[in-house]
């Protein structure tokens, strides 16, 4: 093979192809930089993840069809390993003291609030990574409700602070919420007379 042969590999900037014109008009519009994900969807990604992760690390490996219930209640025993909430044992002396003078040798585990959090979001991504109907969601599940509440008791009581549902606030001193209140009960004023 001579090396005085040079094919051109481009067109010269002045004059493309007709051919690389046609395929530019074809190509879609180039997608635009993806939209980085929420919060709320960054995290539910990591803890989707991580509970596969999980169920990969079982004992015989667990596929996605194949957990239930049961392997939601084990993921979260699991997970209190790396808690930061000091839940004491009715045995300790500290049991049921909100603000414990003294370190005593009680767990850790995780915070009802955060469990609570992350179900709801293994719950959305089972559902998006086609987990089937939520009626079969084991997320969902009647026992994992039972399971969060009893956290949600135990951790109370242990640390003396009883839980209490937070009732939702009537927005005053707001001139848009009033008028709109206004303008509801006049309007109703009016229609029922």
Not at 119 to 129: K, M, P, S, T, V
Request: glycine share 6%; hydrophobic share 25%.
């Amino acid at each position: 093979m001579s090396s005085d042969h040079h094919t051109p590999t481009k067109d010269p900037p002045d004059r493309p192809s007709s051919s690389s014109i046609n395929h530019k008009q074809l190509l879609p519009s180039q997608p635009q930089a993806q939209q980085p994900l929420s919060r709320y969807e960054s995290q539910k990604r990591r803890d989707w993840n991580t509970f596969i992760q999980y169920l990969k690390s079982q004992n015989p490996p667990q596929m996605m069809s194949q957990f239930d219930y049961t392997h939601v209640l084990s993921f979260f025993r699991y997970l209190d390993q790396f808690g930061k909430t000091k839940v004491h044992h009715q045995a300790c002396v500290f049991f049921g003291q909100p603000d414990p003078p003294g370190p005593c040798t009680c767990p850790l585990k995780q915070a009802w609030g955060s469990l609570d959090a992350l179900i709801g979001r293994l719950r959305a991504a089972y559902e998006e990574h086609g987990g089937g109907s939520p009626d079969t969601n084991p997320f969902a599940n009647g026992s994992i409700r039972v399971h969060l509440r009893e956290v949600r008791e135990s951790q109370a009581k242990a640390r003396g602070i009883p839980y209490r549902k937070k009732k939702r606030r009537k927005i005053k001193n707001d001139g848009v919420v009033a008028r709109k209140d206004v303008a509801n009960s006049s309007t109703h004023n009016q229609s029922s007379t």
